[in-house]
T-cell receptor, first 114, second 109 residues
């Protein structure tokens, strides 16, 4: 158990819909990272937040957005969903902003878009 | 593109040593991650290399050559539980990183 929690565990929705994935970091960690893993694209870094502010951006689509709240939990919002958005979404947390810190991954949310 | 190259699959025997290679483009390079991921599970951090040379951490070691755009992960005394995918991820331009396609390692008895 990494100490990072993600909800929900599974999510099934339809094309065109909007969903919100939630992540609570390990106690004391200030950075949250979001990743997408699909069979055809592999593991992709989406975005990093540190202490409420966006810190780094990877391959995040414009239809996707994230935020980190004052209590440090984070939400990833996916809108206008397409079939290709079906994937496992992981969040990870680390103690500070620097990229070289060990990241601890949550168990993931499996999103299925029908 | 990032042109990160890893072998797709490798097979080794329990107790043996295996080396998993990763090559990448060197422009803007800062450092390189190695992660382990068991099937159906989240990735687990193994190492982050910044300097040239070998860093040892128990049965796992990671090597980096910045000028050659080359890294490898060395796994010694292989155990069945080491069967997993191993992902390298070069970091460039400060905070931007991309994962390689991963190497699926099968450890046989």
């Amino acid at each position: 158990d990494s100490g990072v929690t993600q909800t929900p565990k599974h999510l099934i929705t339809a094309t065109g819909q909007r969903v919100t994935l939630r992540c609570s970091p390990r106690s004391g960690d200030l950075s949250v990272y979001w990743y997408q893993q699909s069979l055809d694209q592999g593991l992709q870094f989406l975005i990093q937040y540190y202490n409420g502010e966006e810190r780094a951006k990877g391959n995040i689509l414009e239809r996707f957005s994230a935020q980190q709240f004052p209590d440090l939990h984070s939400e990833l919002n996916l809108s206008s969903l397409e079939l290709g958005d079906s994937a496992l979404y992981f969040c990870a947390s680390s103690v500070s902003a620097e990229i070289y810190n060990e990241q601890f991954f949550g168990p993931g949310t499996r999103l299925t878009v029908l | 593109g990032q042109n990160i190259d890893q072998p797709t699959e490798m097979t080794a025997t329990e107790g043996a040593i295996v080396q998993i290679n990763c090559t990448y483009q060197t422009s803007g390079f800062n450092g390189l991650f190695w992660y382990q991921q068991h099937a159906g599970e989240a990735p687990t951090f193994l190492s982050y290399n910044v300097l040239d040379g070998l860093e040892e951490k128990g049965r796992f070691s990671s090597f980096l050559s910045r000028s050659k755009g080359y890294s490898y992960l060395l796994l010694k005394e292989l155990q069945m539980k080491d069967s997993a995918s191993y992902l390298c991820a070069p970091v460039r331009d400060g905070q931007n990183f991309v994962f390689g396609p991963g190497t699926r390692l099968s450890v046989l008895p």
